[in-house]
């Protein structure tokens, strides 16, 4: 097998210095009735070439661009990653090195991640960002937590209209931490207004998303106004990054926390995973962060380095105590991030904001003047929702069949939003391929 | 001549981001606008934020520059112990970067997606035989995550069974995520301390579990590279007082095809897919952290599971039990392709000699380097053996000094001060992959150092200077955090 490297004299060789007869002698210490009595069943070692074949067949059965039309966003966006950017996230030095915990020898990986810490605090309008979470989901829950140690209130509210299966993680993280959850409804126009928060006393957050699942920009000034009025704070969750290109940034409206997906910022799609989980706060609440840092500090000689720091966090350190269990995060995904804010840089960054705003606003325009209705009239950034009449799920279910996925249905998250669905575009999406959606929704 | 990898080499100075590039740069090609300009709402609007202009031929540059800086496993022995630093295959690589997967939207309906859905279902059957667990789910994003998860699991275990429990054992050899991971279910960590072998003992564990105690976590093999020997004995107490146990499988590395977990009666265990199962680790993370269960506890596991019937792999959300979500999507898809890659690769006989191998390249270095350095535990070990700095001591030469010089000799350093229960340790894990010529290399310049903190201890207080940066100062990055520029 080429990647076991030893020899018959090196095994044997090794034994004689152990002073072990054999292989199977070294797990002596293994009691015999904590032995395996039977071999694992595997199914037989594949050849480097049975293996490509393999997969190739496994992947072969995906639906993807560009045979397949995915009018989709909902939480993972099809953008444009610059051959630059795929190049550099796989050198090995940064991919096949671990945490950085011995700096001298991981400078590239630390100075890596605090320049991510940097563009994500500046994207997000924040102090300071941490070194990732797993993904936006994640991050929205452990932002909920460390709102509940910052304020000490054991209740948060948070908008239906954050995505649906981040709100489902965050009911698994804040159960059985005896966390209350308070539901807040979305208004006519699709955004959350401040007035559904209501009394606000005893709440540790206001969370909501913003551009929201159904891609509306929510008032966060005034949700942030209501939320500090009443000692809690503001916490804004996004899936959709590239918003803040174009839009204020959640930290300039007020938020207290940013967190959510950074998947849109050059990473691929990969069936969900793995994405990355921003998080940025002001540095008030530093210490109740979770998740790692990087800091800058010198050598010994006053020369510029990084290092982990504030570790006092976390679980290594604080044990039961600590302000999160995270250890392994998704760091090459914040490298990637990092890499693809870098290639677009600010004025890109701006541009390619536009480019995409401009796209959902010209399918939305061309889906209107076909008579397609839109649920919502909130400002929306990449996203939208459509209303179809019911006839529609056989148009939908016959161009599921020639790889045309028009839209998400939101029934199945939504059951007051039956016949509604969910479009996204970006700037891969090409005109023509919008075109040909909106005639085929028409006949 | 015999020659270490360390060298003096060309390092190349590189600022931050921010200190170079010029505005109107661009790195990125925009695509040619097909439709009509739009303008947002004007009181929306900002300015988008302040990053520099950079062209893509500078930010190549920024990060083959950084990259330079890097250790890694691909460019030298990288002896982290518990982490198993294992070569990590490149025909993974090109099996995850694949469009049917890399560029596959998660929300597909099941008719779309089916070389995904099989796949997880194939990688959770490998796992399960691999471990000899019932169920599995793919989901979380890395082993804390996947503790996290196995406690989800013990509490609505217990809350179905009417009785929630409060307390959760866990030995004094755990990793600091187990603790951090049960305090999230509301658990307080009831410490057990390890015995005079290394080990958990029945007598420790059976005085403290009793009814309010909902289980015990276990690392087997334990942090000191020792196997839990009296596993079965501690399962049968916790099971007779209505507990659980939990197996941390961040050492699985030790016991593939050796130990099956099932029966010695792990109810809930984690495997790390980025140290057993060959996935990089990417300066930390994304990993991935399987949960595989016994049959009682399968209607627990986190949804959507994948189901197969009448031809067709579909998700479901069906289990009513379930402790929920973990991520919004699936589980870290690129990393389940890249295990799955590898045990095809190895199949059932080579994926048993890998941890033969592991556990003979560790044993060799505990046995060619005792004498040189102090071995708390004088016995066999399995994947990583621990030794301290206490024979350096002497010298005033510590742990911490033998490894940064390790650098300089062209090494990765070992694992330091942990476990916690050994101090001043050293724990190294040298993994399969690793040659019997490294290993020996290894093993000289351990030998060689620990002359040198005899005979120059200095040489040691300075170290490293062949790296890009010496020491660096932790305490004032600590009191003074600087963490954006």
Same mark, same amino acid.
């Given at each position: 097998?080429?990647?076991?490297p030893?020899?018959?004299?090196?095994?044997?060789?090794?034994?004689?210095?152990?002073?072990?007869? *054999?292989?199977?002698?070294?797990?002596?210490?293994i009691?015999?009735?904590?032995?395996?009595?039977?071999?694992?069943r595997?199914?037989?070692?594949?050849?480097?070439? %049975?293996?490509d074949?393999?997969?190739?067949?496994?992947?072969?059965?995906?639906?993807?661009?560009?045979?397949?039309k995915?009018?989709?966003g909902?939480?993972?966006?099809?953008?444009? &990653?610059?051959?630059a950017?795929?190049f550099?996230?796989?050198?090995?030095?940064?991919?096949t090195s671990?945490?950085?915990?011995?700096?001298?020898?991981?400078q590239?990986?630390?100075?890596?991640?605090f320049?991510?810490?940097?563009?994500?605090?500046?994207?997000?309008?924040?102090?300071?960002?941490?070194? *990732?979470m797993?993904?936006?989901?994640?991050?929205l829950?452990?932002?909920?937590?460390?709102?509940?140690?910052?304020?000490?209130?054991?209740?948060?509210?948070?908008?239906r209209?954050?995505?649906?299966?981040?709100?489902?993680v965050?009911e698994?993280?804040?159960?059985?931490?005896g966390?209350?959850?308070?539901?807040?409804a979305?208004g006519?126009?699709?955004a959350?207004?401040?007035?559904?928060?209501?009394?606000a006393?005893?709440?540790?957050?206001?969370?909501?998303?913003s551009?929201?699942?159904?891609?509306?920009?929510?008032?966060?000034p005034?949700?942030?106004?209501?939320?500090?009025?009443?000692?809690?704070?503001c916490?804004? +969750?996004?899936?959709?990054?590239?918003?803040?290109?174009?839009?204020?940034?959640?930290?300039?409206?007020?938020?207290?926390?940013?967190?959510?997906?950074?998947?849109?910022?050059?990473?691929?799609?990969?069936?969900?995973?793995?994405?990355?989980?921003?998080?940025a706060?002001r540095?008030?609440?530093?210490?109740?962060?979770?998740?790692?840092l990087?800091?800058?500090?010198?050598?010994?000689?006053?020369?510029?380095?990084?290092?982990?720091?504030?570790?006092?966090?976390?679980?290594h350190?604080?044990?039961?105590k600590a302000?999160?269990? &995270?250890?392994?995060?998704n *760091?090459l995904?914040a490298?990637?991030?990092?890499?693809?804010m870098?290639?677009?840089?600010?004025?890109?960054?701006?541009?390619l904001?536009r480019?995409?705003?401009?796209?959902?606003?010209y399918?939305?325009?061309?889906?209107?003047?076909?008579?397609?209705?839109?649920?919502?009239?909130?400002?929306?950034?990449?996203?939208?929702?459509?209303?179809?009449p019911?006839?529609?799920?056989?148009t939908?279910?016959?161009?599921?069949?020639?790889? &045309?996925? +028009?839209?998400?249905p939101?029934?199945?998250?939504?059951?007051?939003?039956?016949?509604?669905?969910?479009?996204?575009?970006?700037?891969?999406?090409?005109? %023509?391929?919008?075109?040909a959606?909106?005639?085929?929704?028409? *006949? | 001549?015999?020659?270490f990898?360390g060298?003096?080499?060309?390092i190349?100075?590189?600022?931050?981001?921010?200190?170079?590039?010029?505005?109107?740069?661009?790195?990125?090609?925009?695509?040619?606008?097909?439709?009509?300009r739009a @303008?947002?709402?004007?009181?929306?609007?900002?300015e988008?934020?302040?990053?520099?202009d950079?062209?893509e031929?500078?930010?190549?540059?920024?990060?083959?520059?950084?990259?330079?800086?890097?250790?890694?496993?691909?460019?030298?022995?990288?002896?982290?112990?518990?982490?198993?630093?294992?070569?990590?295959?490149?025909?993974?690589e090109?099996?995850?970067?694949?469009?049917?997967?890399?560029?596959?939207?998660?929300?597909?309906?099941?008719?779309?997606?089916?070389?995904a859905?099989?796949?997880m279902?194939?990688?959770?059957?490998?796992?399960?035989?691999?471990?000899?667990?019932?169920?599995?789910?793919?989901q979380?994003?890395?082993?804390?995550?996947?503790?996290?998860?196995?406690?989800?699991?013990?509490?609505?275990?217990?809350?179905?069974?009417?009785r929630?429990?409060s307390?959760?054992i866990?030995?004094?050899?755990?990793?600091?995520?187990?603790? $951090?991971?049960?305090?999230?279910?509301?658990?307080?960590?009831?410490?057990? $301390?390890?015995?005079?072998?290394?080990v958990?003992?029945?007598?420790?564990v059976?005085s403290?579990?009793?009814?309010?105690? $909902?289980?015990?976590?276990?690392?087997?093999?334990?942090?000191?590279?020792?196997?839990?020997?009296n596993?079965?004995?501690?399962?049968?107490?916790?099971?007779?007082?209505?507990?659980?146990?939990y197996?941390?499988?961040?050492?699985?590395?030790?016991?593939?095809?050796?130990?099956?977990?099932?029966e010695?009666?792990?109810?809930?265990?984690?495997?790390?897919?980025?140290?057993?199962?060959?996935?990089?680790?990417?300066?930390?993370?994304?990993?991935?952290?399987?949960?595989c269960?016994?049959?009682?506890?399968?209607?627990?596991l986190?949804?959507?599971?994948?189901r197969?019937?009448?031809?067709?792999?579909?998700?479901?959300d069906?289990?009513?039990?379930?402790?929920?979500?973990?991520?919004?999507?699936?589980?870290n898809?690129?990393n389940?392709?890249? =295990?799955?890659?590898?045990?095809?690769?190895?199949? =059932?006989?080579?994926?048993?000699?890998a941890?033969?191998?592991?556990?003979?390249?560790?044993?060799?270095?505990?046995e060619?380097?005792?004498?040189?350095?102090?071995?708390?535990?004088d016995?066999?070990?399995?994947?990583?053996?621990v030794?301290s700095?206490?024979l350096?001591?002497?010298?005033r030469?510590?742990?911490?000094?033998?490894?940064?010089?390790?650098?300089?000799?062209?090494?990765?350093?070992?694992?330091?001060y942990f476990?916690?229960?050994?101090?001043? $340790?050293?724990?190294?894990e040298?993994? @399969?992959?690793?040659?019997? @010529?490294?290993?020996?290399?290894?093993?000289?310049a351990?030998?060689?150092?620990?002359?040198?903190a005899?005979?120059?201890?200095?040489?040691?207080?300075?170290a490293?200077?062949?790296?890009?940066?010496?020491r660096l100062?932790?305490t004032?990055?600590?009191r003074k955090p600087?963490?954006?520029?």
């Amino acid at each position: 097998m080429r990647y076991l490297p030893h020899t018959t004299e090196d095994v044997a060789e090794m034994l004689a210095a152990v002073g072990a007869g *054999s292989l199977e002698e070294l797990f002596a210490a293994i009691p015999p009735e904590c032995r395996r009595r039977a071999e694992m069943r595997l199914p037989e070692p594949l050849t480097e070439w %049975e293996l490509d074949a393999h997969i190739d067949r496994l992947a072969g059965r995906m639906a993807t661009a560009p045979e397949a039309k995915v009018f989709v966003g909902a939480g993972s966006y099809d953008h444009h &990653i610059p051959a630059a950017v795929g190049f550099l996230a796989s050198r090995s030095e940064f991919v096949t090195s671990y945490t950085p915990y011995q700096p001298e020898v991981s400078q590239g990986t630390l100075q890596a991640v605090f320049e991510y810490q940097t563009l994500t605090a500046r994207l997000l309008g924040l102090e300071v960002a941490n070194a *990732s979470m797993y993904d936006g989901a994640s991050a929205l829950a452990e932002a909920l937590l460390m709102a509940v140690r910052v304020t000490r209130r054991p209740r948060v509210a948070l908008a239906r209209a954050v995505h649906p299966l981040y709100r489902r993680v965050v009911e698994t993280y804040l159960a059985p931490a005896g966390v209350e959850v308070r539901e807040l409804a979305f208004g006519p126009t699709g955004a959350t207004g401040a007035a559904a928060i209501g009394d606000a006393a005893e709440l540790a957050a206001v969370a909501v998303q913003s551009p929201n699942f159904f891609g509306c920009i929510e008032d966060l000034p005034a949700i942030a106004q209501t939320a500090h009025a009443a000692g809690a704070l503001c916490v804004a +969750a996004f899936s959709e990054p590239l918003a803040f290109g174009l839009f204020k940034s959640p930290g300039r409206l007020g938020a207290d926390i940013a967190c959510g997906e950074g998947q849109s910022m050059g990473i691929p799609r990969s069936f969900g995973g793995p994405g990355l989980g921003m998080f940025a706060t002001r540095m008030q609440h530093v210490r109740h962060m979770p998740g790692r840092l990087v800091g800058e500090t010198t050598d010994v000689e006053g020369r510029r380095g990084f290092v982990l720091t504030l570790a006092t966090r976390e679980q290594h350190i604080r044990r039961e105590k600590a302000t999160s269990n &995270i250890c392994t995060n998704n *760091s090459l995904c914040a490298l990637t991030a990092a890499a693809f804010m870098a290639c677009l840089g600010g004025s890109g960054l701006r541009e390619l904001a536009r480019l995409n705003y401009d796209r959902s606003e010209y399918l939305k325009a061309r889906l209107r003047q076909a008579g397609v209705g839109l649920a919502f009239d909130a400002p929306t950034f990449n996203e939208f929702t459509a209303v179809f009449p019911p006839r529609f799920r056989d148009t939908y279910r016959r161009l599921l069949d020639r790889n &045309i996925m +028009a839209g998400l249905p939101l029934e199945p998250y939504y059951p007051e939003l039956a016949d509604h669905y969910l479009f996204g575009v970006t700037e891969t999406m090409p005109r %023509e391929d919008m075109d040909a959606l909106v005639r085929e929704v028409q *006949s | 001549m015999k020659e270490f990898p360390g060298a003096g080499g060309l390092i190349l100075n590189e600022p931050l981001l921010w200190e170079q590039g010029r505005r109107g740069r661009s790195g990125y090609s925009l695509p040619r606008p097909d439709v009509a300009r739009a @303008e947002p709402p004007a009181e929306l609007a900002g300015e988008g934020p302040d990053f520099p202009d950079l062209s893509e031929a500078e930010v190549v540059r920024h990060y083959i520059r950084l990259s330079q800086w890097n250790f890694s496993v691909d460019a030298g022995f990288y002896p982290l112990g518990s982490c198993t630093m294992k070569y990590n295959p490149k025909t993974n690589e090109r099996q995850a970067s694949r469009p049917g997967f890399a560029g596959a939207h998660p929300l597909l309906p099941a008719a779309l997606c089916q070389g995904a859905l099989e796949l997880m279902a194939a990688l959770e059957c490998l796992l399960a035989e691999i471990t000899g667990m019932d169920a599995v789910t793919l989901q979380p994003a890395a082993g804390a995550q996947g503790e996290l998860a196995g406690m989800l699991i013990f509490h609505a275990y217990h809350r179905q069974q009417g009785r929630p429990r409060s307390k959760i054992i866990v030995p004094d050899t755990a990793h600091g995520t187990n603790p $951090a991971s049960a305090a999230l279910c509301g658990y307080t960590a009831v410490p057990v $301390a390890s015995n005079e072998r290394g080990v958990i003992s029945p007598e420790a564990v059976a005085s403290v579990m009793d009814a309010e105690t $909902a289980g015990i976590m276990v690392t087997n093999p334990n942090t000191l590279g020792l196997f839990e020997e009296n596993i079965r004995a501690v399962a049968e107490i916790v099971h007779g007082r209505g507990g659980l146990v939990y197996g941390d499988g961040a050492n699985m590395n030790a016991v593939l095809g050796q130990v099956h977990m099932g029966e010695i009666g792990v109810d809930v265990l984690h495997l790390n897919l980025h140290k057993t199962f060959s996935t990089p680790h990417g300066g930390g993370g994304p990993g991935a952290g399987p949960v595989c269960v016994r049959r009682r506890l399968e209607p627990f596991l986190p949804v959507p599971r994948v189901r197969y019937a009448d031809g067709v792999y579909t998700f479901s959300d069906d289990y009513p039990l379930s402790i929920g979500k973990l991520q919004a999507f699936w589980g870290n898809m690129g990393n389940l392709v890249r =295990a799955y890659s590898y045990i095809l690769s190895l199949g =059932a006989a080579n994926l048993k000699r890998a941890s033969q191998l592991a556990v003979l390249a560790a044993n060799y270095i505990k046995e060619r380097l005792k004498g040189v350095y102090h071995l708390p535990y004088d016995r066999p070990c399995m994947h990583e053996c621990v030794f301290s700095d206490k024979l350096q001591q002497a010298h005033r030469v510590s742990t911490l000094d033998i490894a940064k010089r390790l650098m300089d000799y062209g090494y990765h350093p070992p694992t330091i001060y942990f476990p916690l229960v050994v101090p001043g $340790a050293i724990m190294i894990e040298p993994t @399969e992959t690793e040659s019997k @010529e490294t290993i020996d290399r290894f093993i000289e310049a351990m030998q060689a150092i620990a002359a040198e903190a005899e005979q120059s201890p200095d040489t040691l207080h300075q170290a490293p200077t062949r790296c890009r940066r010496r020491r660096l100062d932790e305490t004032a990055a600590a009191r003074k955090p600087r963490l954006t520029g």
